[in-house]
C-alpha cells in the first residue's frame, strides 16, 4: 500500500561533511511518549553528527530533536537560529526553556532531548563550538499533499 500524506508536511534532512550510512536503533526511555512521525534522532559518534532516525512532521507540529553523545569527549550544538527559537531542552535530571539560548552542551554518553515547534520552511546551519570540524545542516522544505 503506497504512503499517503493528507496534510501538507516538512521533510527533515540532515547532511553532514561526512557521510555515513546508519541505521534505526531501537528507542529506549529517553523516546518514551514521543510520536515517532515528528522525531529527528542524531548519534554523536567520532566527532561527527549522524542521523539515525528522521521523519517527516507537520508544520505547527511540535518536533523533537534527540541528541545522543557517543563520544568520549562533550560536543556543542549550536546555531545563529537557536536564539530566536523558543526551546525546551531536557536531559539528565536538568530542563530548560525559553527563546535565546545560544547553544547546548552534551557530556560523553549523555541525551538532550530538544522539543520545539516548527513554524516554517527554511535552513538551520549548526556546529559543535568545541570542534570546528562538526557541522551540519537542517533542511526544512514543505512538500505539498499528494
Not at 567520532?46 to 507540529?61: A, I, K, Q, W
Amino acid at each position: 500500500m503506497p504512503f499517503r500524506v493528507r496534510l501538507p508536511s516538512i521533510i527533515i534532512g540532515l547532511l553532514l561533511s561526512v557521510f555515513y550510512p546508519s541505521a534505526h536503533q531501537p528507542g529506549d526511555g529517553a523516546l518514551a511518549g514521543i510520536p515517532d512521525e515528528q522525531r529527528l534522532e542524531v548519534l554523536i559518534r567520532n566527532y561527527d553528527f549522524e542521523v539515525v532516525h528522521r521523519s517527516p512532521v507537520t508544520l505547527g507540529g511540535d518536533t523533537v530533536i534527540i541528541l545522543r553523545n557517543h563520544d568520549i569527549v562533550r560536543h556543542g550544538f549550536t546555531s545563529p537560529a537557536l536564539p530566536q527559537l523558543f526551546l525546551r531542552v531536557d536531559g539528565e535530571g536538568i530542563g530548560s526553556y525559553g527563546k535565546g539560548t545560544e547553544g547546548l552542551y552534551i557530556d560523553p554518553g549523555k541525551t538532550l532531548v530538544i522539543r520545539l515547534v516548527v513554524e516554517h520552511s527554511g535552513r538551520l546551519v549548526f556546529h559543535c563550538d568545541l570542534h570546528p570540524e562538526m557541522k551540519g545542516e537542517l533542511f526544512l522544505l514543505d512538500i505539498p499533499a499528494a
